[in-house]
């Protein structure tokens, strides 16, 4: 009997000398040391054994079990250990390297799709003759409200919810209507035009359909006999361009202090088909492109004659033209930081 024991030490050693994965292991505790184990059979053969016998080889073989089962403790702490060291391996992130640099060491990456629409965007609006234009994320007064036609004691004021300086005097931008002026200063002479992507900030509450930092894209066109058919034509081209198919639109009147007259454009929820959800708040409709005719009041600021001139302006919500595009039922998920997520967007 106790020939049986060794023989069974010596190839449970053996065994575990191959043992390198968790399921091996299990298998190997299973073979020996389960309740069907080699040792179990051993200690129920026992029983035909004489009291003085069973009393050793019962010994010898508990003894057996504890050096098995130590045995197999340290196994599972190495197999552990590289798994870890694997893991740890293929998420290494060297810090010190430049972003471009880190980029080239991750295996998975892509853009974000905030960044996919915008660069389209940006292609569509160059191929028809646009500029593509910058400006700061913290601005002043004059360029957020001022110059739009938006006087201080000016109710539109609260429209947007603002973060202002401790100055009171500094902002960050609320929309991107701040560059319809910057732009004008910069172009200077009509006729132009010109699109202007980047992030604006609200202090608002969030939900599906707002988040507190988001993107939009300005659009300005100034030049003579400029008409709201010329808008539309714009505004069509692009959701074409963007979708590549036809989505139901509607233009309704809108007030926004810096066009005259003003419009909203919604597109169909494309996230319920209409029907109603939390991302449209159950009407199927979401707002996206308000625009309108730019008030003379706002071409004087910008330098423009209004006797001469005139034109349009657009301002459209980015987040959620990238949320209908790829069926995303919460704007809070673009800037959540989940890999889950981005790696959705991942292009190599
Ligand atoms: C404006 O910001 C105007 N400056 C747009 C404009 C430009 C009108 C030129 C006329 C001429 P509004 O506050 O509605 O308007 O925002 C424009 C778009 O940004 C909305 O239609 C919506 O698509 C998006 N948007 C607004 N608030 C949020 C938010 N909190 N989160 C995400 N997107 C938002």
Known sequence: MIEKLKSLETSFKKVLKETDTEAKLADLKARFLGKKGELSAILKSLAQASPEERKTLGQAANEMKIRLTGKMDEAKGAIERTIIDSKLAADWIDITLTGSQRARSVKESGLHPVTIVQRELEDIFLSMGFDILDGPHIENDFYNFTALNIPETHPARDMQDTFWFKDMKH???????????????????????????????RSEATDASHEAVFHQMEGMLI?????????????????SEIFKRDVEIRLRPGFFPFVEPGFELDIQCLICGGKGCKVCKQT?????????????????????????YNGFAFGLGLDRLVMMRYGINDIRLLHSGSIDFSRQFATC
Not at 175 to 191: L, V
Not at 284 to 308: A, F, K, S, Y
Request: hydrophobic share 35%; glycine share 10%; proline share 8%.
């Open 284 to 308: 199927g409709w979401v707002e996206l492109l308000p625009c309108g005719m730019t008030h003379p009041n706002v071409l004087r600021h910008g330098g423009i004659d209004p006797e001469e």
């Open 171 to 201: 902002l960050l931008r609320t929309h991107t209507s701040t560059i319809q002026i910057r732009g004008m200063e910069e172009k200077k002479y009509p006729p132009f035009k010109f699109v202007a992507p980047g992030k604006v900030f």
């Open 223 to 239: 030049g003579r006999d400029i008409t709201v058919a010329h808008l539309i034509y714009f505004e069509k081209t692009l959701l």
